[in-house]
């Protein structure tokens, strides 16, 4: 079962402009993370956000976390072409990772 | 420091065979994890390893085995092949020190026919 529900599910942007993408979660949550994807390829952990911190960044990624809304965001400002990805927001605890169904950005020259 | 690395990247099999698929974690990652990875299902939990034990386990039948060995390195196997069980399967190891930040192999992609 999936955890996360993001929106949008694709998202096409050219260089330079910022993309932001939305998850959901159902249940109380000790963090949160994003991961990123390129096609076909394993997952690249981005961004651990905790339930007590409302907002983190780190270089051109910044997250939110809404607890209250069981929401967060990820925003990439100035996006790249090598941005081009799925994007995957991830709750849970220990190992078991429950991903959220992701968002798949092209950033276009 | 080396990757999470996953054998065989690419592999086709036929309904009803098994499959084996390896796993070497970052050295000193005790904690291996499995997911499946379709376009239908997303990416779906199988199962979790830590010091040889399994410590936790997906909704998946019991075609689906893994296990973990004492140099951490992990297998995952399934019998019977089913056409669904065409998939990536993401291998990903852990520093139970740290957060739950998971490290991700390549994966192995597994058609069957």
């Known amino acids: 079962s999936q955890q996360g529900e993001e929106d949008p599910q694709a998202l096409s942007i050219q260089e330079g402009e910022n993309a932001t993408m939305n998850c959901s979660y159902k249940?109380?949550?000790?963090?949160l993370q994003w991961y990123r994807q390129n096609s076909g390829r394993g997952l690249v952990h981005l961004i651990l956000?905790?339930?007590?911190?409302r907002e983190k960044h780190s270089g051109r990624l910044r997250v939110t976390l809404d607890t209250s809304k069981k929401s967060s965001s990820l925003l990439i400002t100035a996006s790249r072409a090598a941005d081009t990805a799925s994007y995957f927001c991830?709750?849970?605890?220990?190992?078991?990772?429950?991903f959220g169904t992701g968002t798949r950005l092209q950033v276009f020259p | 420091k080396a990757g999470v690395t996953q054998t065989p990247r690419y592999l086709i099999k036929t309904r009803g065979q098994q499959v084996t698929l390896s796993c070497s974690p970052i050295s000193g990652h005790r904690s291996v994890s499995w997911y499946q990875q379709t376009p239908g299902q997303g990416l779906q939990f199988l199962f979790e390893?830590?010091?040889?034990?399994?410590?936790n386990k997906g909704n998946f039948p019991g075609r689906f085995s893994g296990r973990q060995f004492s140099n951490s390195r992990s297998e995952m196997n399934v019998s019977t092949l089913e056409l669904g069980d065409s998939a990536l399967y993401l291998c990903a190891s852990r520093d139970s020190s740290g957060a739950n930040v998971l490290t991700f192999g390549a994966g192995s992609r597994l058609t069957v026919l």
């Open positions: 390893y830590f010091s040889e034990t399994q410590r």
């Open positions: 249940t109380s949550i000790n963090n």
């Open positions: 956000i905790r339930s007590n911190e």
């Open positions: 991830a709750t849970g605890g220990g190992d078991k990772l429950i």
